[in-house]
Structure formats: structure tokens, C-alpha cells
């Protein structure tokens, strides 16, 4: 099973880009489909963007999509997550999670997840 450990968070202006990564131990990276969530402050964990072991597919949160990119590097067992033209809404705790199954948005289909990073997006 891999783990799974976050990095790239911080505080950035609105308008502003950042990017997380995420960098998986063992050597069955390739073997998983990779999801990006967040959970603001009293709110339940949203699925954010997602990309299925092969690259082939990927889906996005509607409310990022033209704004984010997800991508993956099996070579170097990290996925990324680009932020462009972030928002204050966009403020929240990041986290990457893995599945050996396919590309959900569920969280439940996710078994292994990071300890998560904060994104701050000030107005």
C-alpha cells in the first residue's frame, strides 16, 4: 500500500497560483487512481480533481475546471495539482488520496489518504 505525503500549500493573493504535490512511497504508485479533496472550516471534504492510473481520464469539480490541472509523474510517484487564478472560496485543507479501483468522486472509494496541506486565498 502506498503512502502518501502533501506539500505546496501556503498563502497566496487572490489571482494567485500555487502547486501541490503529492509524493507516494512503494512501488504500485502506477497501480492507483489519484483524487484531490478539500474540506473548508465547517464543511464536509469535497472531491476537487481526479486521474485514473492510466492518465486517460480526468475529472474536475466544476467550480475549478479551466482553473486547476491535475497531473501525475509514475516515473517519480508524485501527482500535482495546478492552482491558477485562485479564489478566497478556494481556502481550504488539501488533501490527495489514492484507490486501486478507478476514478471517483467519492471519497469512500478512497483508502489511502495524505495528512493534507493548507491553501489560504486572500481577498
Known amino acids: 500500500q502506498v503512502q502518501l505525503v502533501e506539500s505546496g500549500g501556503g498563502l497566496v493573493q487572490a489571482g494567485g497560483s500555487l502547486r501541490l504535490s503529492c509524493a507516494a512511497s512503494g512501488r504500485t504508485f502506477s497501480s492507483y487512481a489519484m483524487g484531490w479533496f478539500r474540506q473548508a472550516p465547517g464543511k464536509e471534504r469535497e472531491f476537487v480533481a481526479g486521474?485514473?492510473?492510466?492518465?486517460?481520464?480526468?475529472d474536475y469539480l466544476d467550480l475549478v475546471k479551466g482553473r486547476f490541472l491535475i497531473s501525475r509523474d509514475n516515473a517519480h510517484n508524485t501527482v500535482y495539482l495546478q492552482m491558477n487564478n485562485l479564489k478566497p472560496e478556494d481556502t481550504a485543507v488539501y488533501y490527495c488520496?489514492?484507490?486501486?479501483?478507478?476514478?471517483?468522486?467519492?471519497?469512500?472509494?478512497?483508502?489511502?489518504w495524505g495528512q493534507g496541506t493548507q491553501v489560504t486565498v486572500s481577498s
Open positions: 488520496a489514492a484507490n486501486p479501483w478507478g476514478l471517483y468522486r467519492t471519497a469512500d472509494k478512497y483508502d489511502v
Open positions: 486521474i485514473s492510473q492510466s492518465f486517460s481520464n480526468t
